[in-house]
């Protein structure tokens, strides 16, 4: 089985120790991610401090020009790429080929952003002096990503970077490191100077610990869960280490009366079963005014039933495999316990035996119970839960109970409770009758436990520079 080598200081390293690589769809290993441990880990850092001190001063634009070779590289490999994506991670392949576009889009993004990192001059309050506001990267970063979207997600966090000026070393997912290795390679074609991105692999505590540890790493940047971004929060006590943190998210999606019952169940339907329900926006509770919830849970149901589960290399697919079976077991066991509060199961929810792999038939569940395991913990998976409700206020206080506040959805036609209802909602992202909010021009991120900081936007770029001030005394 081919053994994928690792990115460090500009050279392809092949270790002994390696880890396989499982298609989700199968079950099976097909491939092999080389690992390394703390001590590579330390030295990568050090060839990252090293590139930093040239690529920082390089004009912004010609780190864009980098950039938009990246892309360039990306995109013409896309199929492959989108291949991979699929392969290691399951999801079906329009979707993977759109995670290519979306990953070439925020690329060509930052490489602009790049030339605009500006600072300010600040009128003086006394004479002979003048006071400017620059912006400076922030040195080496480490970049931790997870693998439900494997190649977007990391490029949210590497193309900002290095727009700002800053070096990279980056671990992706230990179930979805190919595509950054396909990644690296598109960096490498466009001839980055060495050290300037790398790409390490390894046991995630220990690598973790260096970034968290090592003087040379300024700043770590995160997507994952919440469980693990509190172990990162805890450990950059000691350090006093930057943190931006992209954590899960548990999105309520609420469907006025008023709402337009198809593009309501058009748009639920994609925010919910996008990337087979494994997606950090996914909407985990649908929330149903009672006038509109007679139509609005049939429509629902039959567009689900209707849903293709199948291998994502095959044509037609629209729900993959879900990750594991850790990840499937999760899914069984949060419709057990909604069906046990007295929830009812409207169609699918039972694994698809007589194929290998982690397949689930998506689901509907209706009249779930608020205490219900999936109204709370993050579900993951092709299973959407739905309640009624009969107030504003009511589905408010129902929708902001929970510690996330990554993303909300609201189906409405009246532009008054649509601003109304999105300034109450806790939540980084609210999406008015639309079900993908995500796009490079604007921030992405979370308030309350999903995280810290943004992505994305102007923000994006923000995340990795530094504001300094600087005060001159001048005799003019
Ligand atoms: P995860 O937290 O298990 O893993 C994320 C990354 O952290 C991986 O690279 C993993 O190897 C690494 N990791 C695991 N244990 C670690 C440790 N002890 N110390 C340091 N690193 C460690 O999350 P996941 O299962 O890969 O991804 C799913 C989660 O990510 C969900 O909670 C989802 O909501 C969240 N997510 C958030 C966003 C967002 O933008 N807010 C986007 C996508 C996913």
Redesign the pocket.
């Known amino acids: 089985m081919k053994v994928y080598p690792l990115y460090l200081s500009g050279e392809w390293v092949t270790t002994e120790s390696s880890k396989p690589v499982i298609n989700p769809a199968t079950g099976d290993p097909f491939a092999e991610i080389s690992m390394i441990g703390r001590d590579r880990v330390e030295v990568a850092l050090e060839a990252a401090h090293d590139a930093f001190k040239s690529w920082r001063k390089l004009p912004g634009k010609v780190r864009g020009v980098y950039l938009h070779r990246i892309a360039d590289n990306l995109e013409q490999r896309k199929d492959e790429i989108a291949k991979t994506i699929t392969l290691e991670n399951g999801k079906p392949l329009q979707q993977s080929h759109a995670e290519v576009g979306l990953a070439v889009d925020h690329l060509h993004w930052f490489a602009e952003e790049a030339k605009r990192a500006y600072g300010r001059i600040v009128p003086n309050q006394v004479e002979g002096k003048r006071h400017l506001v620059i912006k400076s990267p922030m040195g080496v970063v480490g970049a ?6 494997p190649l977007v ?1 990391a490029v949210r966090k590497v193309a900002p970077a290095l727009a700002a000026g800053c070096t990279v070393v980056l ?4 179930q979805t490191p190919l595509c950054a290795v396909a990644f690296a390679e598109c960096v490498h074609a466009a001839e980055l100077p060495k050290g300037t991105f790398q790409l390490v692999a390894g046991p ?2 220990e690598i ?1 610990a260096e970034f968290l540890e090592n003087r040379l790493c300024r700043k770590i940047t ?7 971004g509190r ?2 929060i805890s450990g950059a006590a000691k350090s006093v280490k930057p943190l931006s943190l ?4 548990h999105a309520p999606a609420i469907v006025f009366e008023d709402a337009d019952l198809n593009r309501s169940v058009d748009a639920a339907m994609i925010a919910k079963f996008r990337n087979t329900g494994q997606s ?1 926006i996914a909407s985990n509770r649908i929330y149903v005014q009672r006038g509109i919830y007679d139509r609005f849970l049939p429509a629902f149901v039959e567009r689900t039933k209707a849903l293709n589960v199948g291998d994502g290399l095959e044509e037609g697919v629209d729900i993959g495999p879900l990750i594991d079976e850790a990840g499937l077991n999760k899914a069984l066991e949060h419709i057990q316990d909604a069906v046990a509060q007295g929830a009812r199961l409207n169609c699918g929810g039972e694994r698809i035996t007589g194929r290998k792999g982690f397949f689930i038939q998506p689901a509907v569940l209706s009249d779930v119970p608020h205490d219900a395991l999936c109204m709370r913990e ?1 579900t ?1 998976a092709p299973i959407a839960p739905i309640s009624v409700f009969d107030t504003e206020e009511e589905v408010i206080n129902l929708a902001n109970d929970t510690i996330y506040g ?1 993303s909300a959805y609201v189906f409405t036609t009246n532009l008054d409770r649509a601003f109304r209802v999105m300034e109450s909602l806790e939540s980084g992202m609210i999406s008015i009758n639309d079900g993908v909010p995500s796009t490079s021009q604007c921030p ?3 308030v309350k436990q ?2 810290w900081g943004r992505e994305l936007g102007l923000e994006g770029m923000e995340a990795f520079l530094e504001t300094r001030h600087v005060s001159m005394g001048l005799e003019i």
């Open positions: 931790i990503s997870p693998w439900n979207f997600l671990k992706p997912a230990t995630a505590p973790a995160f997507t994952g869960s919440t469980e693990v172990l990162l992209e954590l899960g998210g950090c993050e993951f990554l992405f991120g979370g999903s995280g």
